[in-house]
């Protein structure tokens, strides 16, 4: 994707904040929170995790314990995330979340700073996946380990099964929630299309340079879970 097609994707990102979560729940039937556990227990139960495309916190404010810091590119979206997951977290004893603003393709830690790094639903957005692969692998400790969560399609006839599924049947009860006849979501089918196969990840995290790099696919065109380790 373009820097420019990735900026009008943004500004579609920050129009669905109001209702992210409902409209998730509905296009994955209600499997994204089980997905999301998928994903914590992959992580390591103690150190500090970078979450890449932390959105509005839906991920970030179950995870229990750990250093986290959650990054997105959209203002809209940390200050939304902010007091959600910052309350859940104190309310349970966890330490506060450190929020900041920036992209995977740059990101503006120090090298070997995380024990492990996350992504869930955001790295079809990537602009340039390879640079924000390589990122996650600088800022990774030396043993640390990387998970993302994306709906990776199987072939190109599977990826347009996805895609009308995703515009007719996700797009109008998009339209229905949002009461918005060009809603947001329709942009967000662009990722989706644009987005590889399963072995097109592994192919390019073990290019990057990560070892023991594993996939799973949960749910076919819905939901793969990638693994790699520094
Ligand atoms: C669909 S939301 C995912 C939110 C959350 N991780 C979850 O579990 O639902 C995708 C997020 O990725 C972010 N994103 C898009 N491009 C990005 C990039 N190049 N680097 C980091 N984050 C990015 C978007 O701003 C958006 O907030």
């Known amino acids: ?34 997905w999301r556990r998928m994903v914590q227990d992959r992580l390591p139960d103690e150190g500090k995790i970078l979450e890449i495309g932390c959105g509005p916190g839906s991920f970030a404010e179950n995870l229990t314990g750990r250093e986290l810091t959650c990054l997105d590119p959209i203002a809209a979206m940390l200050s939304v995330a902010e007091p959600r997951v910052n309350n859940n977290r104190l309310s349970r004893g966890d330490s506060p979340v450190i929020f900041v603003e920036g992209t995977a393709e740059s990101l503006p830690f120090e090298d070997s700073s995380f024990d492990a790094v996350c992504s869930l639903f955001s790295f079809r957005d990537w602009y340039d996946k390879k640079a924000g692969l390589s990122e996650a692998l600088r800022v990774l400790k030396p043993g640390g380990k990387l998970v993302i969560v994306d709906p990776a399609k199987m072939n190109r006839f599977h990826g347009w099964l996805g895609y009308l599924y995703m515009r007719i049947w996700v797009g109008s009860y998009a339209r229905f929630v949002c009461k918005q006849r060009d809603h947001p979501w329709k942009w967000l089918t662009k990722t989706y299309v644009h987005f590889g196969t399963t072995k097109d990840y592994v192919k390019m995290m073990r290019e990057i340079g990560f070892s023991n790099v594993q996939s799973k696919v949960v749910f076919p065109g819905m939901a793969t879970i990638w693994q790699g380790e520094k």
């Open 1 to 34: 994707m373009g820097e420019d097609d990735w900026a009008i994707l943004q500004s579609n990102l920050e129009a669905t904040i109001p209702v992210y979560d409902r409209i998730n729940r509905f296009a994955t039937f209600g499997q994204d929170q089980r």
